[in-house]
């Protein structure tokens, strides 16, 4: 299941279970759509994958497998992530 992680990881714009704006890599981190185009270039900074659009939990099962609480924050480096995101923001995410 999910983890439904509340902010971007990079920018810490809240994200709650409903938003339209919640992207998620492979392994469920999780970034603001604003970042993943405009920064990350859809090439994930933890693993080099790329990302999809977070789903929305039913409101009727969120009591029961509730969104995090916890805020998770790692804002990307930059110039550490400069070299994976040349290997791979031209190959397909399918491709990597």
Known sequence: MLE???IC???EK???NDS???MICTF???FCKDCVDEILHNVCPNCGGGFEKRPIRPK???LKY???KDKYSKPVDIERFSALLHRNKDIQP???
């Open 4 to 6: 439904l992680r509340p």
């Open 9 to 11: 990881e990079n920018c």
């Open 14 to 16: 809240a994200l709650p």
């Open 20 to 22: 339209t704006e919640a």
């Open 28 to 30: 469920e981190c999780t």
């Open 60 to 62: 009727d099962k969120l």
């Open 66 to 68: 509730p969104a995090m």
């Open 94 to 96: 399918n491709e990597r």
